[in-house]
């Protein structure tokens, strides 16, 4: 394409250059590289620092035709961000562009508008009222489609503006433009805004003040503009009430009926069968019964308007007047209606146009139902069977298709008589359009439903292979097509005959045909239709082996499948299992069969069976499934170890991650739930515990006074020892002091002595006889020893039992210290061992303090008895100090 590389062949013959040189020659032309000249882009280059109303300003100022337009058509966006600075701003340069603008800005700015008003943006009075100064400016344009643009920003406007605002800028200026004088299509806005108004004002107002304005223009001279002005009076009759409704309109709407002009009679006719649920019985029977008669009469020579507008209400029609329908009237409408159903089927010199033939039968084919419910049951047959007939064999598809449409309704209402209808039934099927059986199939399963379960018995089991057939003929019909949705849908309706026909029928006419579907059909979705109604097949059928068989054939031609295409489809059969099938069926029969694809040797398939393992674990539950989950976790290893397929690894990492968080999340869910246990735990344990320590109080009330005396007299004991020692060792010390300055020959202290005063000091548990003899033996014991050396034994032994005895408290105090610390601690992880320990440990406590008793009242008796030995000595030793001062005296 480029001359620079282009080799050209050598010339051809002189006559010219071949086409091929030429077509090349165009190609290579200079191509313009810019749509726009330098001068162009300056013109269309706006400052960047601009905020987006100061841009919107600026473009409006001195932009193009096509920059305004778009600043136009972003204000409710702008208005959205600021409203305040939009409307101070923008909305007066709007309405600077809006004068002499074209058609395309003009509409621009009506949508805009009308925008604003709708989506409620707006949310004060004043930029309302802003908008609508804007508005009845432009409203006679005079371009109609910008008028009418203008009007619908008006009457969205109607609904945001107070009362007062409307009665002062709307309504005034309509006592002009209702005049003859204006246009007609000043006139046709009025006729709008006066029924828009009248759903704002009081019955009062709108009766003395828009009513006159309604007269004159429903008498206008222009057919159009009574035409508009009729279709407005419903609303303002139902804003006035029925009682002036039928003295103030209902006699306009009877003349406007019988105007000359074909569209005033049919939109007057189309008011007064709207008002006809406000009217009552009288009303309805004087005023209407004749209105709706004449109209059977007359429309089928005179008026085709009329008569499509009574096709289509022609139903509703027969509901609301049956109460005030004699027989013949009756047997006239349904004659009316008979002939409305073969409208433009007669062979008749002045034919109705084709197309409104044709949508008078479609509406007939809408009134259907309420025409079954018009007429006796017993008359069906004779009155409406004919013409349902017809309508079903229509040669217009359109007909054909709204009778499809509207079947189901029908036939919940012939209830136990719907075998009439079973030859319809069957056209409609076997219809050769698909438009038809699309129609059909949106409420198929209804009309299954009620066929094969409200119909004869008898005369089902003749006709039912007829309609087995008429069904797959239409789903080969459709899947021969390329409307692969409609094919979808009709899958998804014959899901019901799992509950309406029999296990072994089912299993033998359409079980094989939606397995072919899922194992031939190359549409995604349908095949996953067809795996949800076969699983569907498989869940409601009766018989073990047939349920088996179809389970082997899924496991064999698709999970053992050549094509991965069809392990695939397994997996998507396993993805919709889950759905259809209980957790337990599921793990029996689908679960191993999809975890041995891990071993497929396509990626596809593993990475689809990487997206259903989430799914699958979710039906895993333990201790149960215990070995199921092990192999799924040892599938998961596998995919992790020997996974070379990089979106493979990325799936099975993020599922291996998924599940690393469910077991955090199970971790912190159990963690919460120990502490709400652990609350509970110490608030009885707290409870108890009150308990238990108003009855331990209660206990130590009552030893303490047991114990009382025995305290008594250990303290008594105690102090008389401890005063008699101090006296002794002061003796003592006296006579050491007396006895050291003479010359005494002292004996060595036999190492057995000290031996015998500790035993004698570990015998306290004894009676009290046996020590005070032991004492007493110690004492002719010592006193053969040096007298200078018993004040010092005594002083070290009686204050080594005092020690000794305080060790022991200690010790005590530290155990049962201890003791309390275990007790708490068992109590707060298990209450019962809490009580237990507790009851123990009072039982404990109280035997401490009897044995902390007895043993201070051993040791007070011990110290007696050494302060008795001890006297006993200091008298001996007495008398032998007298003994050797009389012995030196007499040898002096």
Not at 665 to 681: A, F, G, S, T, V
Request: proline share 3%; with cysteine.
């Amino acid at each position: 394409m480029f001359p620079g590389r282009m080799t050209l062949s050598p010339p051809g013959p002189p006559g010219g250059p071949p086409e091929e040189l030429q077509e090349l020659a165009f190609i290579e032309r200079p191509i313009r590289r810019s749509l726009k000249t330098a001068e162009e882009i300056d013109q269309l280059t706006v400052d960047e620092d601009l905020n987006d109303v100061e841009r919107a300003v600026y473009l409006l100022s001195v932009g193009q035709e096509v920059q305004r337009a778009s600043v136009i058509s972003n204000l409710p966006s702008l208005v959205r961000q600021n409203p305040a600075e939009t409307f101070r701003r923008v909305v007066p340069k709007v309405r600077e562009v809006l004068n002499g603008a074209g058609a395309e800005i003009q509409l621009a700015a009506a949508t805009s508008f009308l925008t604003i008003l709708q989506d409620d943006i707006i949310l004060i009075h004043t930029h309302t009222y802003s908008i609508l100064k804007t508005v009845l400016l432009h409203l006679n344009h005079r371009d109609t489609v910008v008028s009418s643009a203008w009007l619908e920003t008006l009457l969205s406007a109607i609904n945001a503006l107070p009362k007062e605002t409307i009665k002062q800028e709307v309504l005034n200026p309509l006592l002009y433009q209702s005049q003859l004088s204006h246009s007609l299509q000043a006139r046709l806005a009025a006729c709008r805004i006066l029924g828009k108004a009248s759903c704002k004002f009081d019955s009062l107002i709108v009766k003395k003040e828009l009513l006159p304005l309604a007269r004159s223009l429903s008498r206008d001279t222009e057919s159009e503009v009574r035409v508009c002005m009729c279709r407005q009076l419903e609303s303002m009759a139902r804003a006035i009430g029925m009682d002036d409704t039928r003295t103030e309109l209902l006699p306009e709407l009877l003349e406007l009926a019988g105007d000359e002009e074909s569209r005033v009679r049919l939109a007057a006719f189309d008011s007064i069968i709207s008002l006809m649920e406000m009217m009552d019985g009288d009303d309805r029977l004087h005023l209407l019964v004749p209105l709706v008669m004449s109209a059977c009469d007359v429309s089928s020579q005179v008026d085709e308007g009329i008569m499509v507008s009574l096709s289509f209400q022609f139903g509703k029609l027969c509901s609301g007047l049956a109460g005030s329908l004699s027989e013949e009237q009756k047997r006239l409408l349904l004659q009316k209606f008979q002939v409305l159903c073969i409208t433009g089927l007669q062979t008749e010199e002045n034919q109705m146009d084709v197309g409104e033939s044709t949508l008078i039968r479609c509406n007939c084919c809408y009134n259907l139902p309420a025409m079954v419910a018009f007429v006796d049951p017993a008359h069906f047959l004779c009155d409406i069977h004919p013409s349902l007939s017809g309508l079903c064999s229509d040669p217009e598809v359109s007909v054909r298709r709204s009778v499809a449409a509207s079947f189901h309704q029908v036939v919940k209402l012939l209830e136990s008589n719907v075998h009439v209808v079973h030859k319809e039934l069957l056209l409609l099927l076997q219809d050769s359009a698909l438009e038809v059986l699309d129609a059909l199939m949106n409420h198929l399963d209804e009309t299954l439903e009620v066929v094969l379960s409200r119909g004869d018995n008898l005369i089902l089991d003749n006709k039912l292979p007829e309609l087995l057939s008429a069904l797959l003929s239409a789903e080969q019909k459709v899947g021969s097509s390329l409307r692969w949705r409609l094919h979808e849908k009709l899958l998804h309706r014959y899901s019901c005959l799992s509950r309406l026909l029999p296990g072994e029928l089912l299993h033998q006419t359409f079980s094989a045909r939606i397995f072919i579907i899922l194992t031939t059909n190359k549409v995604l979705p349908v095949q996953k239709e067809a795996a949800r109604t076969f699983c569907t097949f498989l869940r409601y059928n009766r018989k073990q082996e047939q349920r088996q068989e179809m389970m082997e054939r899924l496991i064999q031609d698709l999970a053992q499948g050549r094509s991965y295409w069809n392990r695939l489809r397994f997996l998507d059969v396993c993805e919709i299992a889950t759905e259809i099938f209980s957790r337990k069926y599921f793990n029996k029969h689908f679960l191993i069969p999809a975890l041995e694809l891990v071993h497929d040797p396509v990626a596809n398939v593993r990475y689809k069976l990487c997206q259903l393992l989430p799914r699958l674990r979710s039906s895993l539950r333990l201790p149960a499934d215990k070995l199921l989950l092990q192999k799924l976790d040892f599938c998961v290893q596998k995919f992790l170890c020997r996974e070379k397929d990089k979106d493979v690894v990325a799936m099975i990492r993020k599922f291996h991650k998924r599940h690393e968080w469910d077991l955090l999340d199970q971790k912190k869910e159990k963690e919460e739930m120990l502490l709400l246990e652990m609350e509970q735990l110490e608030r009885q344990q707290s409870d108890g515990k009150l308990n238990s320590d108003k009855h331990e109080e209660r206990k130590r009330r009552d030893s303490k006074t047991s114990l009382s005396s025995a305290k008594s007299m250990s303290v008594s004991s105690s102090t008389g020892s401890s005063s008699s020692g101090k006296e002794t060792r002061k003796a003592k010390l006296s006579r050491s002091r007396s006895l050291s300055s003479q010359p005494t020959s002292s004996k060595p202290v036999n190492s057995d002595r000290p031996l015998k005063v500790k035993d004698l000091s570990g015998s306290s548990g004894l009676g009290k006889s046996t020590r005070d003899d032991s004492v007493r033996t110690a004492h002719f014991t010592l006193t053969t020893q040096s007298t200078s050396s018993m004040p010092v034994l005594i002083r070290s032994k009686t204050t080594s039992l005092l020690d000794h005895a305080s060790l022991l408290e200690q010790r005590e105090h530290r155990t049962s210290t201890l003791d309390h610390r275990t007790g708490n601690r068992d109590q707060r992880n298990h209450m019962m061992e809490h009580r237990t320990s507790s009851l123990e440990e009072r039982e404990h406590r109280t035997s401490t303090l009897d044995h902390r008793d007895h043993r201070t009242s051993t040791l007070g008796q011990r110290s007696k008895t050494m302060e008795r030995g001890s006297g006993m000595k200091d008298s001996q030793s007495r008398k032998l100090s007298m003994n050797r001062k009389s012995n030196s005296l007499q040898s002096e």
